[in-house]
């Protein structure tokens, strides 16, 4: 090695860096680096990778790109696994959900989870880089300081709104914040679902302070009423959480949302599943696409896809829907039919029947199974979004309507005001039924059974209809059945292990602190 | 009290022989010829001496002459051409050695032995002719990129192609934008000889570059004192698709839709078109090069044009090739300096065709015209909505309008050249200064255009939502520069001693420097509206390594040979504290014949033991980990479709930001680190008419580059290319030359080889039970099952293992759909019941050529076979069953005919991982045959001329239901075929 001391010079070229990559030192310099590495957190929930959906690879790997989006994959499994969706498609794993015999070495069980575990780590690396030392350091401050810092909560709150998914979907999962290294060797420890409850809940209100007060933010971004909103639906389903109840917090925090007075039911249904739903005051906190700046075959680009035929014909005119062509994926099953007594009533019960069977005789062929085709790529006035692949429509993560209902479902459940809760559903059924008093119920209608059948009415397709099944123990067991739960066509009871999703096998290979979650 | 000796040294034709090493036995003193092949040695010590005398090609002559003190003494010296090769000056890394001085195992295979035919890609000259390499074309379109393996791969997800060394700089051969193979940017009519560095003894002098084996791959020179000499070669070639997709034609297809689905008949069309037959064609080829060989006074030289105007058989496909080289070799300073200078240029135009369109001729409905009859869609026949004439998403497209409505071209440039400095000391001459001075620069760019009728392209519109009147169609560019540049010197001292005994020392030193840079562009539509904006940067990367090396070779009294070898390597690709790699190496060898019990023996011609050990280096990772940087943590600028937005309600205006994406890095990446033992025995008889080797090999690579998962929340990424686990790779060589007749009239060659490999996975890091591996497509992908991954690593397994559930059969053993077998006894089928099924790389590959004549004809041939090689059907497993005809109430999809043997209806997306269609792909393949006539001197005995016809892919016998079994990554889905080739060539030399 003594004649490596003969060319100092050369050596030095062995210390090649990217041209146009920057380092950590290089993006976090300024204001802009910053605003970019939290669009990237922002975009983790809508988007699949850096480079474009037709790249090779995107942010996670060992997954088809397009089905590893975030929102694609918590759909499928909080609605694919439930009597509100069926899909035709026999993509590896895709078939499970609702055959409801998944494995620990599914690829979209892995794919899912390892994108909310990257969520997480990509808000770990952004608070990390966030303290108020190192924005010191970097000399970053006054009002450029103070930007960092909102969007600091914001990505607590998101690193919040992941962790909820991973705590609902797979329960005890690897946990690490922002003080733990990026880049080493040593895999986290894992959390126990208690712990990650207590851990999500204190996070969510030791940001309220610095987050931005309700219906303040930019559209797209979190405001307190987002944390409220997540606190509800944590304290709702506390119990199955943790084993104890936590009604009263979740009416607290829901009516913190509805009192805040910056929502407003939008006065016509669809409109919440439009290209312009930006605009809807009922949104409190929704994941952005633009079919030409923000392009994924995830998110409502699949949601509106896979919901029309792959034929155009009589039935099926993709241009209704502002697309070119449908994937032929997702129907429903008769049950959620079933829930809309009279359909023209009911302006959220619209099914596409014509050439479609009710009953689904075979879950792989799109024929079988009304088609509640809720995310259009046209506007509230019916303009067709501005791409015909890439949909232009927000997918709505918290809404009024939904804040209502957790709301009156606490009330009922012991822990608020009836009257309100009363006065509340009936706000949702009357913009249902066309702004009319139609569709009111009476204080003897409100039972809790009523509300989860309306919980599916107002809010099917939109990624909760698992975690409402869970809550009334009808997940797994035969309280319930819907056609196929279970893989059989009457359907049939699971085992409760089911309520969970198992540790993908990848990571419990490579992360010897965790242990599978029991019956897998 | 010393003498003179000087002489000149010539050939069989008495024609000088220039750079002849003419060594006095037993002394340091020698010189080497003159371009005439004269020679002049000073002070040698008066009495009996002996001449060894010794050059490439040609067998080491020992000549005694009486050196009488302060005397000239003159001698003849007329070398023979080699023909047992024994002492055969072969190319080695840095160098050539005697074949006898060679410890380690290595190839060489000569441009008299050459694959004849239609070859216009240089590594078809030697497939089937060197044991342990592996040479799997990627189809028959033209300029198509094969992959080369020699002895197994010895890595899961870091590169596993060989180095290639041209003339001394190592080359660049990973695929080029425009240009998927880079090496066919060389004209395989200016290559002398391959040799094929295998076992670690040989290659470690390459450390990081070498796991994979080394080719070394010289180009043909100019001799001095030869007269010029003009050689052209011609070749005029005719290419045909010998078979066919095994689909439905249009009458058995209706036929078939009667049966199956009898609501369906109506979507059937009135045509009866063999759309395999409409996209392919009969292809012609010419391929010309000129060659000017000789010296002009002391400058020996070679000049070459080459020009190659080669047809795909798939329609709108052709590449034209035009290349130059130039090499010139003086000898100056008294014949103490070596000139060695080589320029090669190649410019290449490509046309490229839709490879898809052969997937859709296979599914496309024999009934349905290609022609609609109207307007619309070029005319072309498409599937249409009934709303507008617009067409269907997600339906078969034309094949036809596919390739005539796209023109996909590009231009590809590239220049590899060297000059190189042997400067032997004037105070010692045995001491000789080498320096190399390299370059290897490529400039790619290309186009493709897609007409506005193209149903693909129907949905495009611009970016500009404000733009309502653009639609369809789009136009996209690429370009792509490379420089890559080599500085190498060493040092290197020859010493022949005590009679029987050599030392040759070596050092030296190696900087290599690689620049990829490509801008970004915008992709238009088809009048030229913007369709997706262009990305904010452009493309550059850069790495650069840095060795020092040396090796020791002796040679004890003519029987035992020592190699020593140590490289240290640095590359940028590593953190700096894991940098530098140190590879050693050490081989010997015994030559058995030499011994005084052999000596005599008239059986044995060569008797030799080689043993070997040594550890190479692999440091190739981009394609794992997708960057020259992979330790370095990396925030990457988003594309424009990949921006974020909030709106903001006051001002009803949008904002987006650009993201920047941390990428997953491994602070601790360092070398992948193989270590190979190789034991071979080199043997002939009877005056070396038979003659060959046998090796035998293992090789345990570890500190894998493997891509394998992480745990999450330890990076950005949840799968990164790490160091952990080892494979193995062992196997058995066998080569045998064989000349079984020699005459005056009649004369018959043959050669054997023969190679056994088995690999293994050993382990990919610490485990739990019921993870099975990491699951891949080993580069491939499954067309038609979206997600769908047909092997796996699996430990205990081969790397190229299919993984796939069991077919359950009827008593008749017909296939039941969807029915597999329940591997793990849990009363559930899932993707736990998929099990390891057999190795797509093929366990035994086997060579054989021969080569007769008589007189002035010569009948030579090129067989070729792999065994225990598995391919999956991807073709039946998606088109094999009825979803094409019960799919869809709007168009139906031609089925291949083993639809009418499973008769699978509404079958799941699991058979995509049946083993049904994982079937045995063993083949023999006759590569070429080719008739040769020598017409002997033309043109008043001014020339020779050769004329010659060869069929290239004669023969193909398989029992694989598919088109072609050959395919490296064992899947098989619409492979471009390779055709059957009649050529008819001359060469003539004036």
């Known amino acids: 090695s003594s004649a490596l001391v003969v060319a100092p010079s050369c050596t030095k070229d062995l210390d090649r860096t990217p041209t146009y990559d920057l380092s950590t030192a290089t993006i976090y310099k300024d204001l802009a680096g910053y605003q970019a590495v939290a669009a990237k957190v922002y975009s983790g929930f809508a988007i699949t990778g850096g480079q474009g959906p037709d790249a090779t690879t995107g942010d996670i790997q060992g997954i088809d790109q397009g089905t590893s989006d975030y929102i694609r994959q918590l759909w499928s499994a909080q609605e694919l696994t439930t009597d509100e969706a069926v899909i035709a498609w026999g993509d590896p794993g895709v078939q499970d959900w609702h055959n409801m015999n998944w494995t620990s070495s599914g690829v979209l069980v892995r794919g899912l989870y390892s994108r909310i575990l990257y969520e997480v780590t990509l808000c770990n690396g952004f608070l990390a880089e966030a303290t108020d030392s190192k924005l010191s350091d970097r000399g970053i401050s006054g009002a450029d300081a103070a930007t960092v810092k909102a969007f600091r909560a914001e990505v607590r709150f998101l690193r919040a709104l992941a962790y909820y998914h991973a705590l609902d979907l797979y329960g005890n999962v690897p946990f690490s914040t922002e003080t733990d290294q990026i880049g080493g060797i040593t895999p986290p420890k894992q959390i126990k679902r208690a712990d990650l409850f207590a851990y999500i809940e204190s996070e969510l209100k030791a940001i309220d302070a610095d987050l931005v007060a309700p219906g303040q933010n930019l559209y797209g971004r979190a405001d307190k009423a987002a944390a409220w909103a997540l606190l509800a639906r944590l304290y709702l389903n506390a119990e199955v959480y943790t084993g104890t109840a936590r009604y009263a917090d979740c009416s607290t925090y829901a009516k913190k949302v509805i009192d805040s007075g910056a929502y407003s039911l939008s006065p016509k249904y669809g409109n919440l599943f439009r290209t312009d739903n930006y605009t809807n005051k009922e949104i409190i906190f929704a994941i952005a696409y633009d079919g030409k700046r923000t392009q994924t075959y995830g998110g409502t680009t699949f949601l509106t896809h896979a919901a029309v035929s792959g034929t155009a014909d009589a039935n099926w005119n993709p241009a209704r829907y502002g697309i070119g062509g449908g994937w032929g994926g997702i129907r429903t099953t008769t049950k959620l039919y079933e829930q809309f007594a009279d359909t023209a009533a009911d302006t959220r019960g619209k099914f596409v029947t014509g050439g479609q069977s009710r009953d689904i005789v075979s879950q792989t062929d799109f024929k079988y199974g009304y088609v509640p085709v809720k995310f259009k790529n046209v506007s509230s006035t019916g303009v067709a979004g501005t791409d015909p692949t890439f949909v232009d429509t927000d997918f709505p993560i918290f809404r009024l309507a939904d804040v209502y209902l957790m709301y009156a479902e606490a009330a009922l459940r012991g822990s608020g005001d009836r009257t309100l809760a009363l006065n509340y559903v009936n706000l949702v059924r009357t913009r249902a039924f066309k702004n009319t008093a139609a569709g009111n119920i009476t204080a003897s209608d409100l039972t809790l059974d009523f509300l989860l059948n309306e919980r599916s009415r107002e809010m099917f397709w939109e990624a909760t209809r698992r975690t409402d099944l869970i809550r009334y123990g009808r997940f797994t067991t035969a309280a319930y059945l819907w056609p196929w739960k279970g893989g059989v066509a009457a359907g049939v009871a699971v085992p409760d292990t089911r309520n969970l999703f198992p540790i993908p096998a990848a990571d419990l290979s490579v992360n010897s602190n965790l242990v599978q979650n029991p019956g897998y | ?990």
Do not use: C
């Open chain 2, 1 to 990: 009290q010393t003498g003179t000796v000087s002489g000149r040294v010539v050939d069989e034709k008495n024609q000088g022989l220039p750079g002849v090493t003419v060594l006095v036995e037993g002394t340091t003193i020698g010189n080497s010829t003159n371009s005439d092949g004269t020679f002049s040695i000073q002070n040698v010590p008066a009495g009996p001496q002996t001449l060894a005398v010794s050059f490439v090609g040609y067998t080491t002559k020992r000549q005694p002459v009486t050196v009488v003190a302060g005397q000239n003494a003159t001698v003849a010296i007329a070398l023979a051409e080699n023909t047992t090769l024994l002492n055969e000056a072969v190319v080695v890394g840095y160098g050539t050695q005697r074949r006898q001085d060679v410890t380690g195992s290595l190839t060489t295979v000569s441009s008299k032995d050459f694959v004849q035919g239609q070859v216009t890609n240089p590594e078809q000259l030697i497939q089937g002719k060197a044991a342990g390499v592996q040479i799997t074309t990627g189809g028959g379109a033209p300029g198509a990129a094969s992959t080369i393996r020699i002895r197994g791969g010895s890595s899961l997800n870091a590169s596993n192609d060989p180095l290639i060394v041209i003339d001394g700089v190592p080359v660049d051969n990973t695929s080029v934008s425009g240009a998927a193979n880079a090496l066919s940017l060389i004209n395989p009519n200016d290559i002398d000889t391959y040799t094929v560095l295998k076992d670690a003894s040989a290659t470690a002098i390459y450390g990081s570059r070498a796991s994979n084996g080394v080719i070394l791959i010289t180009t043909k020179k100019g001799v001095s004192g030869e007269k010029l000499t003009v050689n052209v070669n011609s070749q005029t070639s005719l290419s045909r698709r010998y078979n066919s997709v095994p689909v439905l034609s249009a009458d058995q297809f209706r036929s078939t839709v009667e049966q199956v689905a009898p609501n369906q008949v109506k979507l059937l069309g009135s045509s009866k078109t063999n759309w395999q037959d409409e996209i392919f064609r009969s292809a012609m080829t010419y391929d010309n090069t000129i060659s000017l060989t000789g010296a002009v006074g002391k400058l020996p030289f070679r000049a070459s044009y080459g020009n190659l105007e080669q047809q795909g058989i798939l329609i709108t496909n052709r590449l034209i090739r035009n290349t130059g080289s130039l090499s010139l070799n003086p000898v100056l300073l008294d014949n103490h300096l070596r000139v060695n200078m080589n320029v090669k240029g190649s410019w290449i135009d490509n046309n490229f065709a839709d490879n898809g369109a052969v997937g859709s001729a296979i599914a496309f409905d024999p009934t349905q015209p290609v022609r609609s009859g109207n307007e619309g869609l070029g005319g072309y026949f498409e599937y249409l909505q009934n709303a507008g004439g617009a067409p269907q998403q997600n339906v078969p497209r034309n094949p036809l309008a596919q390739l005539n409505l796209t023109r996909d071209r590009s231009s590809v440039k590239r220049s590899i050249g060297n000059i190189q400095l042997d400067y032997s000391l004037h105070f010692l001459p045995d001491l000789h200064a080498n320096l190399n001075l390299g370059y290897d620069i490529t400039r790619g760019n290309g186009s493709k255009f897609v007409d506005p009728n193209a149903a693909s392209t129907y949905f495009n519109v611009p970016l500009d939502p404000k733009n309502t009147t653009s639609r369809g169609g789009s136009f996209n560019q690429y370009s792509q520069d490379r420089n890559n540049k080599l500085l190498e010197t060493y040092l290197n001292y020859t010493k022949q001693f005590g009679g029987n005994n050599r030392v040759e020392l070596l050092a030296g030193y190696s900087y290599q420097d690689f620049v990829t840079k490509a801008p970004a562009y915008a992709t238009y539509l088809a009048d030229g509206a913007v369709f997706k904006a262009a990305a904010t940067n452009p493309f550059r990367t850069q790495y650069t390594i840095l060795s020092f090396y040396g090796r020791a070779n002796v040679t004890i009294n003519d029987r035992y040979v020592f190699t020593g070898t140590l490289r240290n390597d640095a590359s940028s690709r590593f953190p700096s504290s894991n940098r530098n790699a140190l590879f050693p190496a050490a081989s010997l060898a015994w030559r058995i014949k030499e011994e005084s019990f052999l000596k005599d023996n008239t059986t044995f011609s060569d008797l030799k033991l080689r043993v070997g050990y040594g550890i190479t280096g692999q440091q190739d990772v981009v394609a794992a980990a997708g960057s020259d940087y992979p330790y370095i943590q990396r925030y990457t600028l988003n594309t424009p479709v990949s921006q974020y937005g909030f709106y903001d309600p006051k001002t009803g205006t949008f904002t987006y930001y650009t993201p920047y994406s941390p990428q997953g890095f491994n602070s601790n990446l360092k070398w992948e680190q193989t270590t190979t033992y190789n034991a071979g025995l080199d043997y002939g008889f009877l005056d070396g008419r038979l003659n060959g080797s046998v090796d035998v090999y293992y090789r345990k690579t570890k500190d894998l580059l493997a891509v394998i998962p992480i745990p999450l929340e330890t990076n950005f990424t949840n799968q990164l290319v790490s160091n952990v686990g080892s494979l193995e790779n062992k196997g058995v060589e066998f080569n045998l030359n064989a000349i079984p007749v020699q005459g005056e009239h009649w004369n018959w060659s043959i050669n054997a080889n023969a190679t056994y490999n088995v690999n293994k996975i050993l382990s990919l890091g610490p485990q739990v039970p019921g993870f099975k591996g990491i699951e891949t497509n080993s580069g491939g992908s499954v067309s038609g099952g979206t997600g769908t991954t047909i092997g796996i690593y699996s430990v205990g397994a081969p790397s190229s293992s299919f993984y796939v559930y069991k077919q359950v059969y009827d008593t008749n053993g017909k296939p039941l759909q969807d029915v597999y077998a329940d591997l793990n006894g849990d009363g559930v089928i899932n993707t736990n019941d998929r099990y390891l099924y057999k190795q797509s790389a093929p366990k035994v590959i086997l060579g054989f050529s021969s080569n007769a004549s008589y007189d002035r004809l010569s009948l030579a041939f090129t067989l070729r076979s792999n065994l225990d090689n598995y391919v999956y059907n991807n073709v039946n497993s998606q088109n094999g069953n009825y979803q094409g005809i019960l799919g869809s109430s709007n168009f139906l999809s031609n089925v291949t005919r083993d639809a009418n043997h499973t008769q699978f209806t509404n079958t799941t997306q699991a058979r995509y991982s049946s083993d049904y269609y994982i079937q045995n792909g063993s083949f023999l393949r006759m590569e070429n045959v080719t008739l040769g006539y020598n017409v002997g001197k033309v043109f008043n005995d001014k020339g020779t001329l050769r004329l010659t016809a060869a069929v290239q892919n004669a023969f193909l016998i398989t029992k694989y239901t598919g088109l072609d079994p050959e395919i490296f990554n064992g899947i098989d889905n619409n492979i471009y075929p390779r055709p059957r080739t009649f050529t008819f060539g001359l060469n003539l030399s004036l």
